[in-house]
């Protein structure tokens, strides 16, 4: 029998927590935040949007130009960012910015892990070795190293939260992608492995699932599927009727940021209006 004596359901911090909840908001002033793929798309979103709401924020992004043009959107909200450049699936590179948002702001209050590529629609028997690997390195390698090197910090420092970018193929396969679709159900994997062994520590780890989005990959995808065999009617099937904005995701990215998320962890978060029903 398990033994009932031993579960908390009013711990010592119950009233506490009860307190902190009613003081709580969307504010993110102070807290320190990391965010890969920061030049386009998602990544942008939320970075303005952060900033906006008073985080301070270490840009990431392989892409100097594009990453700088986000750096000076953020500036504009008059946030305090810095932009470091780094290929997220190479070790050194995300060593490197953990190092520099440590140097910088001396904490990672949230580290978002949010970059990633899509490959080209392709029977699962006709794909290269070499097109696998490459998805696999970006979409969960780079997952897992910067989620490492921040937990790393985080256990430090006794507090965190990591946020990772998975997608709805974290959940459910999408026809012809089938690399990606194992990168994204890899990114729930870990999110899940994390989050059970960290929970007592005091950092929580959580995933979003983007369905479509109107970005930069997105755009992509019509060429992409004209050059492959496989021809749906409708790709993806989103019951909403359009993709969504990036600055949607980015509030979903905001509120798990914010105080406000403080009981969620483990948690793979679909906001895709409707495609995985
Ligand atoms: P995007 O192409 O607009 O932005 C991705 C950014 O990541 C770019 O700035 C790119 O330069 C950067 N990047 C790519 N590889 C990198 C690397 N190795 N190192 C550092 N930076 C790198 O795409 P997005 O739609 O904003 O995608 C963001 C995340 O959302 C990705 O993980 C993607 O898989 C996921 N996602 C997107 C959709 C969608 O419909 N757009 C749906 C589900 C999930």
Redesign the pocket.
Known sequence: KADLANVTFESAEAPKARKAMNSKSDSLAGKVITI????????RASAVLMAARGAKLVL????VT?GEETLELVKEQDGEAIFVQ????KEEDVENYIQKAVETFGKIDVAFN?????QKFQPFHETSLNDFSRIID??LK?IFLGMKHALNVMVQQGYGHVIN?????ALRAEHSLAAYTAS?HGVAGLTKAAAIEYVRKGIRVNAI?????A????AAVPQMLQESDYMPEEFPNMRIGR?AE?EELAELVAFLASDGSSYMTGSIIVADGGLTL
């Open positions: 890969t793929g920061a030049g386009s798309g998602i990544g990431v992004d392989y892409n594009t780094a290929d997220v699936s949010n970059a990633g590529i899509i970006v979409n780079g970018t998975a997608s709805t193929t994204k699932c983007p369905g479509g989005v970005t930069t990959l997105t993709f990036p």
